[in-house]
């Protein structure tokens, strides 16, 4: 049931040095691509990153923030042609997720890590960093990069009682019930 994925899926950081099977990134990458899209345009690219040299330079990207993916034994760059879609954010976002979840729902750790408007370093964005990496043609732009491995720590789900319910509005903002 998606509510009980909902509630133990954490991002992680720590992976082991056991390798992903192909079958099973064969079924996240399908997750991504079954995602929702606005007007089913389907604006995305996916890179899959697998060897170990490359996933070392992805872990830095940008200054902070990416360091646990040279770590994972996958990584997988969510890239889009922003002229395919006005939301190709929001698209390449629901993709994402997807495969998170996907990915634990076959007993792997995913980590979200951002590259969209950050800065590789004082002269280079993310994005380029990655382009030049990976071979990218320029018309894409480079949303996130999903981290991928079996866990080698162990994230306790939020408690229910911890949950921002009060977060949560009914109707109109501020009114707490239906």
Known sequence: ???????????????????????????LLEAALRAPSGRAARPWDFVVVT?????????????????FVKA????IVVC???????????????????MQYAAHSMGLGSRWSHMRGN????TQSSKDYIVGLLGLPDNLDVECIIA???????MVPYKKEDLLYEKVSYNRYGQKDA
Not at 72 to 75: D, F, G, L, P, S
Request: glycine share 4%; aromatic share 6%.
């Open 1 to 27: 049931m998606f509510t009980e994925l909902a509630e133990k899926r954490r991002s992680i950081k720590e992976f082991s040095d056991q390798k992903v099977e192909k079958e099973k990134i064969d079924s």
């Open 51 to 67: 060897d170990k040299a490359l996933l070392e330079k992805l872990s830095v990207a940008k200054p902070q923030g990416a360091e």
């Open 72 to 75: 994972a034994t996958v990584a």
């Open 80 to 98: 889009a042609d922003p002229s395919q879609s006005g939301v190709w954010i929001e698209d390449c976002s629901i993709a994402a997720v997807s």
């Open 119 to 122: 800065d590789h370093n004082d």
């Open 148 to 154: 991928v491995g079996y866990p080698d720590e162990e």
